[in-house]
């Protein structure tokens, strides 16, 4: 019998118990390009029944992590990157806006987490991270959304080891930072910065002890190769990813790729359960390209694996559905949202004291 098949069989049993803590499954960093190959290429309800199954072994909640994702501070960007409408180097009609302030962005994380997300997200648009008063104030928007009780995570371009250190001190959750593809197709979309120096900021926030967020992009003209490609990067870091985002591209007016084609849905199902059965205990996220995704793909992805989406009506600069689409789809589909835990503020006015002893 497969070993997903053996999985599948004892899953009904346990996995659905809300006694039940999630478990931790035994990884591997050592795919080749080969066997990852063998997963991606099998027939789509095979694939995904097999995700499925790894599944509900990592993740036994039927729960979806809402994640809220703030542009603070948009445009300008002095990278290349042929599918972004932020890039200095094309007209979009994007405007360069200034780093969004402190309270501005503890105002919008605090509506964030009212609307249902757990987590909040902060981008800028630099090429990377420059000491100074803007990195300064970043770091003071990290402990605001901690001091919320909401997961925090930002993109801010490459980081390097000191830069690193600081946010992990303020306490920062995950730093983000996409590889977009593999490395063969890589210089086909982006010339001002290389995969070795996304892989060194990986690596010094890797060393920083913080968590990883890193994933890719697919409809970018890329071949099915270079999506085996950059999951492989991505499963063969001596430690995977601990969110992994998968985003279908966004074609923008503008940007050298305005006129790509939009992915297949059924793709981006296949990379999702790709991905999940080769990082089992990865949070997969759901993230750009959801306003094309009917509800039955929506769920299609859920069922392969995704385990969190970004709410809000943009993701960035793009159109994403709004949180009373999110809802009413989660809902349907039998899904709860990932709560997140009380501020302190919170605790104190409901009677608590916050060490789960039941006091209130």
Same mark, same amino acid.
């Given at each position: 019998m497969p070993e997903w098949l053996g999985a599948a069989a004892f899953f009904p049993l346990v996995l659905w118990s809300n006694a039940m803590q999630r478990p931790n499954l035994p990884t591997r960093n050592d795919w080749t390009r080969d066997e990852i190959a063998a997963i991606y290429n099998k027939p789509l309800m095979e694939l995904v029944f097999e995700a499925a199954s790894v599944h509900k072994q990592a993740f036994p909640e039927p729960q979806v992590q809402m994640s809220t994702l703030l542009?603070?501070?948009?445009?300008?960007?002095?990278?290349?990157?042929?599918y972004c409408p932020q890039s200095a180097?094309? $007209?979009? *009609?994007?405007?360069?806006?200034?780093?969004?302030? =402190?309270?501005?962005?503890?105002? $919008?994380?605090?509506?964030?987490?009212?609307?249902?997300?757990?987590?909040?997200?902060?981008?800028?648009?630099? %090429?990377?991270? %420059?000491?100074?008063?803007? @990195? $300064?104030?970043v770091i003071e928007m990290v402990k605001g959304v901690?001091? +919320?009780?909401?997961?925090?995570? =930002?993109? #801010?371009?490459?980081?390097?080891? $000191?830069q690193a250190q600081r946010l992990k001190e303020a306490g920062l959750g995950y730093y983000n930072h996409n590889l977009d593809t593999s490395p063969e197709y890589y210089e086909k979309i982006i010339s001002t910065r290389t995969y070795d120096d996304r892989l060194q900021t990986l690596e010094n926030v890797r060393n920083a002890g913080l968590n990883v967020c890193s994933g890719g992009i697919i409809g970018m003209g890329e071949d099915h190769n270079d999506r085996i490609g950059l999951l492989h990067t991505l499963a063969t870091q001596p430690q995977h990813p601990e969110s992994v985002p998968i985003n279908a #591209?966004?074609?923008?007016?503008?940007?050298? #790729?305005?006129e790509q084609e939009r992915v297949d849905p059924l793709e981006l199902v296949r990379m999702i359960a790709t991905a999940r059965i080769i990082m089992p205990n990865s949070v997969v996220r759901?993230? !750009?390209?959801?306003?094309?995704?009917?509800?039955?793909?929506? !769920? #299609?992805?859920?069922?392969? *694996? !995704?385990?969190?989406? @970004?709410?809000?009506? %943009? +993701?960035?600069?793009?159109?994403?559905?709004g949180e009373n689409h999110d809802k009413q789809l989660l809902t349907k589909l039998g899904l709860r949202p990932v709560e997140a835990p009380a501020a302190e503020g919170e605790l104190e006015m409901a009677g608590g004291c916050g060490s789960g002893c039941g006091c209130a």
């Open positions: 542009s603070i501070k948009t445009g300008g960007c002095p990278e290349n990157c042929s180097h094309y $007209d979009t *009609g994007l405007e360069r806006e200034k780093l969004l302030d =402190v309270e501005r962005v503890l105002h $919008d994380a605090r509506k964030a987490k009212a609307e249902g997300s757990s987590r909040f997200c902060m981008g800028a648009a630099w %090429r990377q991270v %420059r000491d100074g008063k803007e @990195f $300064d104030a901690n001091a +919320l009780g909401m997961e925090s995570c =930002v993109t #801010l371009g490459m980081v390097n080891q $000191d #591209l966004v074609p923008v007016e503008g940007t050298p #790729l305005e759901l993230s !750009a390209g959801r306003t094309h995704l009917t509800e039955e793909a929506h !769920a #299609l992805c859920f069922l392969a *694996g !995704a385990n969190s989406m @970004f709410a809000g009506e %943009r +993701l960035l600069t793009t159109p994403n559905p």
